[in-house]
């Protein structure tokens, strides 16, 4: 069997239902998830604080999600974005597909110019321990990692 073809892109509308159902499917059954991955995307959405939504898709069906939203100090815009969340359908992950996406992600940050990022981790979460690329730009620091993107 050959390797799949993994897509990442922007979102655009017709990918919301499927953005909405991949965060419902992908955090069911995990252990430290209240269940409102999907409710806090679709409130960035609605605040219009998305600055980076992009999704994962296989033969056209999205598979994987994630969103990167500012981190304002008062009024300003700070250059801090935090991410997440991020999702991956249960029989795709631990194939690298959230990676793709991180990384995906932190170079349409880093293409704006300098920026941070950040995110909180659960303990059973991998993200960044999946990529040697990642753990070296954002450092092995728990549970918060801080990247700097610039």
Do not use: Y
């Not at 069911?28 to 609605?46: D, G, K, M, N, Y």
């Not at 999704?55 to 999205?62: F, L, N």
């Not at 250059?79 to 992950?93: I, K, M, N, S, T």
């Amino acid at each position: 069997m050959g390797a799949v073809r993994v897509i990442i892109r922007f979102e655009t509308p017709r990918d919301l239902e499927a953005i909405r159902e991949v965060n419902i499917v992908a955090f069911e059954h995990h252990p430290f998830s209240h269940q409102t991955e999907h409710l806090i995307v679709e409130a960035l959405r609605a605040a219009d604080a998305l600055d980076v939504s992009l999704v994962a898709e296989v033969d056209g069906e999205v598979m994987g999600h994630i969103a990167f939203s500012a981190a304002g100090i008062g009024d300003a815009s700070s250059g801090w974005f935090l991410l997440g969340p991020v999702a991956v359908l249960p029989d795709h992950q631990g194939k690298g597909v959230g990676r793709a996406l991180v990384e995906t992600g932190l170079d349409a940050l880093r293409s704006r110019g300098p920026a941070v990022a950040s995110w909180s981790e659960t303990p059973r979460s991998t993200l960044a321990s999946d990529s040697d690329s990642t753990r070296a730009s954002c450092g092995r620091a728990s549970p918060t990692r801080t990247c700097f993107v610039s």
